[in-house]
């Protein structure tokens, strides 16, 4: 039996994997057993910002393991104290508390604000139309999507989704008794697309008349990978609180909901937790990888070379109609093409390249925030041979 018949036999069926087997990464590169290399455009899903087997990463994670794994948060953790301290004094925000990942950040998030929201006598909760913020029920409570909620009805109560980018359904759901409004700056699950200036202008102007909290999921767009710490910091809006997770723990499973002053004190003793949030590897790991990312040189290179990148797709598609658009924010890129993606993703893998299809006819890319431009021209040169061939 082969490694895909046993996952069929030993694992209930969601998800549909990619057929490689890995053997090892190295820098923007993974090695499959059968010896081929292949160029990773999408890291782990934004999460390996410093690609694989990276020197800081290795030696955070080594000199952390020796010393301990697991404490459990009965106990102060010096790598939680590094990494809230980074995060707190980059973002100019208040609190944070570590989660295992972006779902149980947005869960905590949607517990913060209830509290929240009953202390000061408010109680809807929206997101945002063509949004994605997890698999817990909470985060599913947030989403309009069918194909992530049908058939785990009901959700919870007093939440609502909002048009994306839709001034006039926010104006008509938002009052006095919203209590928080969620949403991805930068829509990653939902094709890359952003938040127009306009409805940011609208939904500020909302928050100061009724004064609801925004919360900022940063979770794929966060840590330097739109060429800024956030992705709300292209945006000229300051949320009230931040949810972050993928690329925090360097590879390691971590995610942090980030408040303001506002929300400081909602929290007491007790009434929320975790057990394995904030794990110490994780957060060590996510130290050195801010340690990494967050210098002006670094974040210049996403910058100039997502310039460069879209330049050359911009170039591509007065060749290839089939391209109808791309949207770039640092190293958040989509290709929205005219048709379906998945059979181009397919061709592209073919020839050694990983990047993924969302949205129908996105591709997209995520690419480590260590990528160049030659991983760029890589993916190029296979992208133009790909599509003509498909002509
Ligand atoms: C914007 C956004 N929010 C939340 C999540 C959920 O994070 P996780 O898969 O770590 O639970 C994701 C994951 O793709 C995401 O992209």
Redesign the pocket.
Known sequence: MNLKEKESRLFFHTYKRLPLEVERGEGCYLYTKDGKKYLDMFSG?AVNALGYAHPAIIKAVDEQVRKYTHLSNFFIQEPQIQLAERLLSLSGFDKIFFSN????A?EGTIKLVRKWGKQNGKKAIFGMSNG????TMG?LSLMDKEKYREGYEPFLPDFGSIEFNSIDDLNAKVNELTAAIFL?FIQ??GGIVGVTKEFIEALSALREKYGFLIVA?E??SGIGRTGKLFGFQHFGIVPDII?V??PIGGGLPV?AIIGSQKVADVWTYGVHGTTFGGNPVACAAGVATLDTVMTESFLKNIVDNADYFRAKVVEMKAKFPIIKEIRVYGYMIGIDLTVESSPIVEAILQKGVLVNSTANTVIRILPPLIAGKTEFDQFLSVFEDVLSSAR
Request: glycine share 20%.
């Open positions: 899903l990942s972006g779902t149980e947005i994605f913020s997890g698999r985060a991805e990653g699950e999921d979770i794929q949810t997770a993928k995610g």
